[in-house]
């Protein structure tokens, strides 16, 4: 890639998660140091303002305001050149996505975002992955809670499988421990427009229950059924578990960077993902108040009455909460040979605090790291691997380790 005028811009940096990328790209980075990089959105008395609160007045002229629109291709293409990665915060990516990927795709630009829309998902695979490729652009997305902590945690514990007994876990086994956080207004948001989509479109809901809907196109789908739905014992755990919200999207995920990365865990890789739960009743409701509260949101008349109690995008819990919050998760492979388990542990709540530092070091990790030639759709693991992990555990208050699994 050419030189550009910056390694990065953030896109959406007046939104509420925004913000708080903004504002750790300047606590971990600072604004005239090695990493150049700009913010942007389409209000300039906003950016204006986010400036103000992060900056001094000493140090605001080093960091570039630029205004544009997310219906406005020529605003965007201008961006896509000046900048060699654009990190956006801006959904739903369904609704506001579609051109600023075109556009980074058509200037050879790399992209992440937060998305976990995976019917968006699999149109941006279909109509643009091939051209990405071709333009040598990285466009990755998922790169926050979903599904970072799943996708590269598969690819931790599946290389010390490698390492340790010279080949992978044929199972991978996800199940998400204790965490304290809630769901970010732009998830909420994302989630209720994926249920409009699915209202109205057959395909969509093809998609929603097809676990390999992110797999390439053309690529047979592996062992892999739908999702767990129930309250289940899991012996490997010794411990009941529930579904878990996000594993519609963390799954599809993790399957395709095994593909991507030509399937060095087998064609007939399993990956599973719950919640673990501390008894059979704590399964068991937790399964159905997620069931109950799914159909509420889609039908017209609770749904209107739920939606008075979630958050808005551009809101967002204060700093004390962010900070209190934490998550962990494990991640265990399997194969004849042997188990390992891994563990993934965040310092904040997932939904915010981690979230706006993950999605931060993959997009320098896309600018600044040497992550070889070639482009397309790629997920968090196939793109930057290793690279990722070790910017997350060094700056982002990430661990990964291996642990007992007794």
Known sequence: MAERDFDLILWGATGFTGRLVAE???DRYGVDGDLRWAIAGRNQAK????????????????????????????????????????????????????????ACVDAGTH??????EVQ???????????????????IVHTCGFDSIPSDLGTFFVQQAMIEKFGTPGGLVKCRVGDNDGTFSGGTVASMLNVMDEAKRDPAVRQSMNDPYSLYPVGTAAGVDGPDQTS???DASFDQWTCPFVMAAINGRVV?????????????????SEAQL???????????????????????????KLLERFLPDPGEGPDRESRERGFYEMFLQAENSAGVLRAKVTGDMDPGYGSTSKMLGEAAVCLAKDDLGEGGGILTPASAMGDHLIDRLTANAGLTFELVDTH
Not at 126 to 134: G, I, N, P, V, W
């Open 47 to 102: 950016l204006e303002a986010v400036r103000s609160e992060l900056l001094p007045q000493s140090s605001r002229q080093h960091l570039a305001l630029f205004v544009g629109d997310s219906h406005d291709r020529s605003s965007l293409d201008a961006l896509a050149r000046r900048a060699t990665v654009i990190c956006t915060t801006v959904g739903p990516y369904a609704k506001y996505g579609t051109p600023l990927v075109e």
């Open 120 to 138: 968006w998902m699999q149109r941006i695979i279909a109509s643009l992955h091939d051209k990405a490729q071709a333009n040598g652009a990285k």
């Open 111 to 116: 992209y992440c975002d937060l998305t976990g």
């Open 24 to 26: 750790y790209l300047v």
């Open 277 to 303: 739960c501390s008894s059979r009743g704590a399964a068991v409701r937790t399964t159905l108040a997620m069931g109950a509260g799914m159909g509420a949101l889609a039908f017209g008349p609770t749904r």
């Open 255 to 271: 399957r395709r960077s095994n593909a991507l990365m030509a399937f060095p865990w087998g064609e007939d890789f399993a990956y």
């Open 231 to 233: 309250a289940r014992f």
